[in-house]
């Protein structure tokens, strides 16, 4: 009979003692709060991913709309002071550029490049050399 007693004893001892060594343990209290701190971070995360995803595809559907909008307007000018003004000169005409529906669709609007050299040679190409001793 002692030896059940002893048994029962050790079982509610080791019982005893898991319970105290889970609830009892700092870290492990520690580290639970952190891991609910970690997965609402998770969350949090992915939420603002998904309004950033969502916020520039609306952005990008605006842009295109005001493109489109853009393009509609400057053709209408375009045609307008063609026919309201008939008799100005092409060069003095501020909509001279016409917009075709190949050009609209695919955003090329005819635009003079600005150039990234001079008409003349300068610095060590200059025909002009001078040598100084």
Do not use: C
């Amino acid at each position: 009979m002692t030896w059940e007693y002893a048994l029962i004893g050790l079982v509610v001892g080791l019982i005893i003692g898991a319970l105290a060594m889970r609830f009892g343990n700092r870290k492990l209290r520690q580290q639970q709060v952190l891991q609910t701190e970690l997965e609402k971070s998770k969350t949090e995360l992915e939420e603002y991913r998904q309004e950033l995803v969502s916020h520039f595809a609306r952005s990008a559907e605006l842009l295109d709309n005001m493109a489109t909008d853009y393009r509609q307007l400057y053709q209408h000018m375009a045609k307008s002071s063609n026919n309201l003004l008939p008799d100005m000169p092409t060069q003095d005409n501020p909509f001279r550029y016409r917009l075709t529906e190949a050009e609209a669709d695919n955003d090329q609007a005819p635009v003079e490049m600005p150039r990234d050299y001079s008409d003349s040679a300068s610095g060590l190409l200059r025909g002009d050399r001078t040598r100084r001793n």
